[in-house]
């Protein structure tokens, strides 16, 4: 017999090799239906997993995070084995689960068309009916390639391959007549997979490698229930609305050119002031409240300097390199990161203890090879720019400083309004491949503890995760999510004990000795054209005042009202506001919808009255006719909600 402790601490006694399914049955047939996975001593494993010695259960739904992947999981099996049925030459790539779904990579020579994917859902609810065990199974590698190559699939006879040598055991899932590679854990049955769609295919290269085949990829999502299913897709379809590939290019902020590139977009008029806007504030912020000493450095540099650093090891194939290094003498790349240039700076003179902290700022235009699979309008791009800054300082002053560097983010970010929508992440190494990164593993332990006693003595709530470090050094990744659900990073602000001495960075201490500096490295808006795109779908692009590219705009009723319209237009940018007059010969009722539409934050009307008064007929987005104005009155107003970065 074995002790199974339960929720709340409950122990119940069963019989060696009972299965955690059995377990759960008896506790309740309505758990029993809603159990995805479960928690065996804390590890996540199948229901169909017996039980051999006393532990503690722990029973996972749809609605626990890692419940919720199994589901989407198995879901992912379900497509895969339905698309085998229908076309058996297909050969199976990767399926996982992924925020808000699910995808799988096939490689066939039929192209996904709209009404393929309504064949392959029809097959898949075959498949729901059916309702077939998912069983495990291992084998040994050389087992295991036999049966992948019998079964043709190239893709997982070279992921079997990567265990070969390592005396591992291969994990296997067989449902019914299908046998897929997987680790696991999944669900019981395809039974349970009853509300699924598959909503989009795309090409993806094999393991995103753009010198590999390109794959189809089949995107779909998966609910326990049908209801749930049909709110996330009308969710979709509002987030849509608010896509900033779609409103973005609709209201004028970007565009992008074939000619030109993929992942290089052009940011357009409006695009560029709101740019212009945030670069300013940024600077001034910096400079003024947070003492950065402001640098200019080149786009590019010789491959001598990323060797040092460490990115022509760790970084060069997502670098754009110019030249080759077998033929040519000097071999450049762009830059995909500020950090060597500025350490240059810092070399340029010697420094003492007194010197410190050095914070370097800069606007950083930057580029990265990125795979074309991943480009997506503003967010994910090849050429962007961020508000990047990298601080030299004493091991005593990393908590202080640090905290300022967060203490910076969070300011810019409730300046511009998304401060309630951000979460936080500790991004650590992988002991497990650590080619990845520089530096011993107790160097990475040091740094990583600095990072977390930091952030529990600021009060962060944050959470971790593993293999998302840069290659020299700990992460806090300041995350927002799109209005896909997609989280990106936004600010990071990172721990690094290594480059220093990569680059023989050191300071004269008040010993009178050399010492290696800490460096912390930070943004604190992130990437501009990230940022803009979020908050183009954050506000559905009804920008605040202050971020408005134009805030104002006068309508004259008629031509009579010119004069005064572009008198008051003077007035107001010579206060500092960004104003246009709408003197087209159209109705004012048609300007007035165009610029509702334009999502101008306030519409000035000039006619007879107004110019008689002495007033401004005032409409302000969202809200309509709020009546009339004096124009100084107005003016001191639209004055104060600028400076004070009023959010409507």
């Known amino acids: 017999m074995v002790n199974v402790t339960l929720k709340g601490g409950v122990v119940r006694e069963y019989e060696n090799g009972t299965t955690a399914m059995e377990i759960v049955k008896s506790i309740g047939m309505g758990l029993f239906k809603a159990a995805c996975v479960c928690k065996i001593d804390g590890k996540v494993a199948d229901l169909r997993t017996p039980i051999d010695k006393d532990c503690s259960l ?17 879901a992912s099996h379900i497509l895969a084995q339905a698309v085998k049925r229908l076309y058996p030459s297909a050969k199976l790539a990767i399926g996982p689960a992924i925020e808000n779904g699910f995808y799988y990579d096939f490689d066939i020579d039929t192209a996904f068309t709209p009404e393929i994917l309504t064949k392959i859902e029809a097959e898949m609810k075959k498949i729901v009916k059916e309702d077939l065990a998912l069983e495990r199974f291992e084998l040994d590698v050389d087992e295991a390639l036999k049966l992948m190559s019998d079964l043709g699939e190239e893709y997982k006879v070279e992921l079997i391959n990567e265990h070969a040598g390592k ?4 994990t296997f899932y067989k449902q019914g007549e299908f046998t897929e590679l997987c680790a696991g854990p999944h669900i019981p049955s395809t039974g349970r997979v009853k509300a699924f769609k598959l909503t989009s295919c795309t090409g993806a290269y094999w393991r995103g490698d753009s010198t590999k085949k390109m794959l189809q990829r089949i995107y779909a999502t998966a609910f326990t229930k049908n209801d749930e299913l049909e709110a996330y897709l009308q969710a979709v379809e509002e987030a849509k609305k608010r896509d900033h590939n779609i409103i973005g290019r ?3 902020y970007f565009t992008t050119s074939e000619i030109i590139g993929q992942g290089l977009p052009l940011l357009m008029p409006k695009g560029a002031k709101l740019f212009q806007i945030l670069n300013r504030y940024i600077q001034d912020t910096e400079e003024k409240e947070f003492g950065y000493l402001m640098t200019r450095t080149p786009f590019m540099a010789k491959s001598d300097l990323y060797k040092i650093s460490g990115h022509w090891d760790h970084y060069k194939d997502g670098m754009f390199v110019l030249g080759d290094e077998e033929k040519d003498d000097e071999v450049y790349a762009l830059r995909p990161m500020t950090c060597p240039f500025q350490y240059q700076v810092y070399l340029n003179e010697m ?4 010197d410190l902290p050095l914070r370097y700022g800069e606007t950083s235009t930057l580029f990265r090879n990125e795979a074309s699979g991943e480009m997506h309008g503003l967010i994910r791009v090849r050429q962007f720019t961020i508000s990047e800054g990298h601080l030299i300082l004493m091991p005593e002053q990393l908590e202080e400083e640090f905290t300022n560097c967060v203490n910076l983010a969070k300011k810019v970010m409730t300046d511009i309004g998304i401060i309630d929508d951000l979460t936080y992440r500790l991004s650590k190494w992988d002991p497990n491949d650590t080619k990845k990164y520089i530096g011993t593993p107790e160097m990475w332990d040091e740094a990583e503890g600095l990072m977390r006693n930091i952030l529990d003595d600021i009060g962060i709530n944050y959470t971790e ?6 290659f020299y050094g700990p992460k806090l990744d300041i995350q927002m999510k799109n209005v896909y659900g997609k ?6 602000i990172q721990i690094d004990l290594m480059l220093a001495r990569q680059f023989e960075m050191t300071y004269v201490a008040a010993d009178g000795t050399k010492q290696y500096p800490y460096i912390i490295h930070r943004t604190s808006l992130g990437c501009y054209e990230r940022t803009i795109a979020l908050l183009l779908e954050k506000y559905g692009g009804a920008l605040p005042l202050w971020l408005s590219p134009e805030q104002i705009r006068i309508l004259p009723i008629s031509e009579r009202h010119h004069e005064k319209a572009y008198e008051i237009k003077k007035k107001f940018i010579d206060a500092g506001l960004r104003v246009s007059v709408d003197d087209r010969s159209e109705k004012i009722g048609y300007k007035i919808r165009e610029a509702q539409l334009e999502k101008i934050p306030y519409m000035l009307l000039v006619g007879d009255k107004e110019i008689e008064t002495d007033t401004l007929s005032v409409r302000k987005r969202g809200e309509g006719d709020i009546g009339a104005m004096g124009i100084d009155e107005f003016m001191a107003l639209a004055l104060a909600q600028d400076k004070e970065k009023v959010i409507f």
């Not at 005396?167 to 291969?170: A, R």
């Open 250 to 252: 609709q209201l004028g």
């Open 58 to 74: 722990e029973i996972l739904t749809f609605d626990d995070d890692e419940g919720k992947k199994a589901f989407r999981h198995t």
């Open 167 to 170: 005396g591992e055991k291969i």
């Open 351 to 354: 420094h003492s203890y007194r």
């Open 487 to 492: 989280e990106d990073t936004l600010v990071t």
């Open 465 to 470: 995760a593993v293999g998302e470090a840069a």
